[in-house]
């Protein structure tokens, strides 16, 4: 432990890390923590597959198994212990429009989260909408399973994500586990676990129809690119310019066209609606005012807005899980979701039908 100690002092971490490894494997928990230290950045399943071979009391582990968010190694009493401190993480306003559901893992994502939702409310932009912030989820990381890929974007494990949600209303679902690239998915946002306030506002801006303004991939682009589709910040063709005004209910002045690269791959030459680069070109970049004014006219209408709880039963439909089909499926109808409604209506009649003499 001296030795690792007086390598790490002279910045010789390739020497320290396998002494405090030696260490840890003597007995000494003090060794642990430096190799949580050194290895933050490592693969979070092989740090616990090196700890879970330590000799050390389970009690003395238990820190070091909620920070990976293994919580079916602790017992009730310390999931509680350990969790309690970020059950107040929350941001209600009297004018709530929508609700948003995080889910972590471990205890570095709950920090992380804690951190994030300090920045959003002390932004004067984000801060103004009225969203509402349900207190954090934990769910184990191996049941989760999200990968751990920097080149790629994040995988989870959704099928098991809803069997963890179906006690608790939400409209959209922010996963903040893993590593690797953000994204949104039918109301699932998927973020890394130590993102920051830009990354998340701009994988939020998705849920509200925003598109990136960059060229986006071939297959997205084929889907999205359509001459006379309306979306919040993107025209396909100039002749829907007029369209757009009297949907949006937005002033001509208030719009400018502005080519950008979003659908290079469909043939298409698209046009964002302000001049200057944004945070759909460039997440770091500033959110315009006319963003912001989009925003606030989706969210005074979030029954357009897909839930989560819609993704959902389309997973459990896949799965001839018709039981959670049923659950998912009207919970989304009680957000006021206009397709969840009508596809109820169309299994009743089926039913009704199918039991008619």
């Not at 190694?73 to 004018?95: C, M, V, Y």
């Not at 460039?282 to 989560?308: T, V």
Request: glycine share 4%; with cysteine; aromatic share 8%.
């Amino acid at each position: 432990m001296q030795q690792a100690e007086k390598a790490e002092q002279q910045r010789l971490i390739s020497q320290a890390l396998p002494l405090y490894q030696q260490a840890a494997a003597l007995g000494h928990t003090a060794a642990v923590a430096a190799v949580f230290r050194l290895q933050q950045h490592s693969s979070k399943v092989l740090l616990g597959q090196w700890l879970a071979e330590l000799p050390a009391d389970a009690s003395a582990l238990a820190p070091y198994w909620a920070e990976l968010g293994h919580w079916q190694r602790l017992t009730p009493d310390q999931q509680q212990q350990f969790q309690r401190p970020f059950a107040a993480i929350t941001l209600q306003t009297e004018a709530c429009r929508l609700s948003v559901l995080p889910v972590v893992t471990g205890l570095a994502e709950a920090r992380q989260w804690q951190l994030l939702l300090h920045n959003w409310q002390q932004d004067p932009q984000l801060g103004s909408l009225p969203i509402c912030w349900l207190p954090p989820r934990f769910i184990d990381s191996m049941l989760l399973q999200c990968s751990e890929q920097p080149t790629q974007r994040i995988q989870c494990d959704l099928p098991a994500l809803q069997q963890q949600m179906r006690d608790v209303d939400f409209h959209q679902l922010l996963v903040l586990a893993g590593r690797g690239g953000a994204s949104y998915n039918n109301g699932v946002l998927q973020l890394p676990e130590q993102s920051d306030l830009a990354l998340l506002r701009h994988e939020f801006s998705h849920a509200f129809g925003f598109l990136d303004e960059y060229a986006l991939m071939p297959k997205v682009a084929k889907d999205e690119c359509k001459p006379g589709r309306l979306t919040a910040n993107l025209l396909f063709h100039k002749a829907d310019l007029a369209a757009y005004q009297q949907h949006w209910q937005l002033d001509a002045n208030e719009l400018e066209l502005t080519p950008v690269a979003s659908c290079h791959h469909a043939g298409l030459q698209a046009y964002r609606l302000v001049a200057a680069d944004t945070h759909m070109q460039h997440y770091e970049l500033a959110m315009p005012a006319l963003y912001l004014k989009l925003l606030h006219k989706q969210l005074a209408r979030p029954e357009q807005l897909m839930p989560a709880a819609y993704y959902f039963a389309y997973l459990a439909r896949q799965q001839q899980d018709w039981p959670a089909w049923q659950h998912w499926m009207q919970q989304a109808a009680k957000l006021g979701y206009r397709p969840a409604q009508q596809a109820l209506v169309i299994q009743n009649a089926g039913q009704q039908a199918a039991v008619a003499p």
